[in-house]
């Protein structure tokens, strides 16, 4: 038996089964909560030694270790993914939006554009319309069952309007592709070309499975300009509630006044529990992450051969990285207040609405597996089941095209 395969039982106040959360959001508190995108595993022990440490020490007085930070996060990074980094030229921040946003303000004025490429990260649209700026949609394309950027759209975009950034996702959430070399350089010489910095969010980029390579923005050639948004341990080992954020600028120039941006703010320094929690992880967890990539891999194994198999029906994008998968729902033939019933109220099952991620995919949902197989399995099997058997008669036709069941 596999660590990750434990049930947690340990009662909580986690948002993802928050019942005033459920209820808002999906009309139902009687479902599977797996919208949020945070882990149902125990975190690694040297972490929990390492938070234990500091709470039987029973005294909290001033302490900062920002210096050992930077270094975990710089060896990390040299060992796992061949990146060579500064450690002066981190930034900490209280998270990574935090960070994003603080950057959208260095880097552009109000009514500028920030270029996204959607379906993505549905808090990228608030972090930069509440700075004022607006959002320039580009739509990735499929080809071939497979997502890809839509280059010559990005051209014509970054030619003709007023963009002074792009907000990257790599890996991508949630689509799950891990953006490879060629695409990301392909990517920096256009903004180079048009004298735009890409803002890269890399949290994801410890989970990425076999066939498929990280790349970080600051690795490719001409990079120098563009920034990656490092994230945080969070991610990677499930810390969400705990972690700060991590800027690398290798810009000097941008560097510099970034951080009196943020300096200026107080907003440079976290408490030592994230601190050691965070050195912990980079520097003794390795063992915990390679466990669970395979554990991961198996679950989303296990997925593509149910789908495949029972679920004809529903297309999956099986990921490259991160522990989101992108199904949709388009084949059922279901109108958007139809699916969500049958989804919410038959299924039992609280995904993410695939509109949030960009407002033409209610056809598509996100679903977090990082949880035990045998509950992934049963949301599955939840999820036959209802297809199936097809809407039940509580259905209001009213609220859509389908056809309900014959009582």
Known sequence: ??????????????????????????????????????????????????????????????????????????????????????????????????????????????????????????QFFKVIESSGRKVIHNKLKVDDGHYQMDFEDIERKLKTLNIKAILLCNPHNPIGRVWTKEELQKLVNLANLYDVTIISDEIHSDIVYSGSKFNSIVSLNNSEKHIAVLGSPAKTFGMQSISNGYLYISNQKTLKQVKHTIGSLYLDHGSIHSANATIAAYTKGEEWLNDLLIYLEKTMDWIEDFVKNELPEVTLFKPEGTYQIWLDFSKLNLSDAALKYLVVNQAKLALTPGDWFE????????????????????????????????????FNETESNTDCCSC
């Open 1 to 122: 038996m596999s660590q990750f395969d434990k049930i947690q039982t340990v009662k909580n106040n986690f948002a993802k089964s928050n019942p005033n959360y459920l209820k808002g959001m999906f009309g139902a508190t009687d479902v599977m909560p797996l919208w949020i995108a945070d882990m149902d595993f125990e975190i690694a022990k040297p972490i929990q030694e390492a938070l234990q440490k500091l709470v039987t020490r029973n005294i909290y007085a001033y302490e900062f270790n920002t210096g050992e930070v930077f270094k975990s996060i710089s060896d990390w990074n040299l060992k796992r993914h061949q990146l060579q980094l500064n450690p002066k030229s981190f930034v900490q921040v209280s998270g990574v939006l935090t960070g994003i946003g603080i950057l959208i303000r260095e880097l552009s004025k109000e009514g500028d554009g920030i270029l996204v490429q959607t379906p993505v990260y549905h």
């Open 359 to 394: 407002g033409s995919h209610t056809q598509f949902m996100r679903m977090n597996v990082a949880s035990p197989l045998s509950k992934i399995q049963q949301a599955f099997h939840q999820l036959k089941k209802a297809i199936d058997e097809g809407l039940d008669c509580s």
